[in-house]
């Protein structure tokens, strides 16, 4: 049901021509590249073939501004797995937004969402239950005040091919 090239299909359908930017399956990692000389379009390429992925790479796309989307990875930093508590709490102030917009993706596709804390071998054992709810208070900030322009086009496509009439915070309880 959940098929990685129906997703493919309804982002560059969606996206594409107007913003020139192109979703990919990708090999072991994600990557976000602008367009550059050798490859004209922007890519958002995600990992492994697994929808989540994409839905995730593709928050992240929703989200940033145009000095970032011409950044490789937007220009986010990123520390690998094993971070500190201190390390993870700045993850985490970061990831807010992106996976807020995940969710709102997810939902729009009838697809389980679970928030990623990103720190499997990590020094300090995240807090998933806190992390979700301060990304579920987010999805209730998009609903209720709008989300950003991009989420809400790609919502709209998806709910449209998963016959998903529309998104209700109720659709956002906590895991």
């Known amino acids: 049901m959940f098929n990685t090239e129906d997703l493919i299909s309804i982002f560059n ?8 930017t192109e ?10 590249l602008p367009a ?11 990992a492994r073939g697994y929808f989540a992925s994409a839905l ?7 989200i940033a501004g145009p000095k970032r989307r011409l ?6 930093w990123y520390e690998p797995d094993g971070r500190t508590a201190d390390v993870q709490a700045e993850f985490e102030k970061v ?3 992106p996976q807020a917009v995940e969710w709102i993706l997810s939902a729009s596709c009838g697809f389980r969402f679970q928030v990623s804390c990103d720190n499997l ?3 300090c054992e995240p807090d998933r239950v806190g992390f979700t709810n301060k990304v ?14 991009r989420t809400k086009v790609l919502s709209e496509a998806l709910r449209e091919h998963y016959q998903i009439a529309v998104l209700l915070p109720e659709d956002f309880s906590e895991l």
Not at 37 to 46: A, C, D, L, T
Not at 71 to 76: A, I, S, T, V
Not at 136 to 149: A, D, K
């Open 13 to 20: 359908r969606t996206f594409l021509n107007s913003y020139n």
């Open 23 to 32: 979703l990919l399956l990708g090999g072991d990692e994600p990557v976000y």
């Open 36 to 46: 550059s000389e050798g490859y004209k379009k922007h890519r958002i390429i995600f």
């Open 56 to 62: 995730h790479e593709i928050a992240h796309w929703c």
């Open 71 to 76: 950044l490789e990875d937007y220009g986010y």
């Open 95 to 97: 990831e807010i937004k």
């Open 121 to 123: 071998s990590g020094n």
């Open 136 to 149: 579920r208070e987010q999805v209730l900030i998009y609903l209720e005040q709008g989300m950003p322009e």
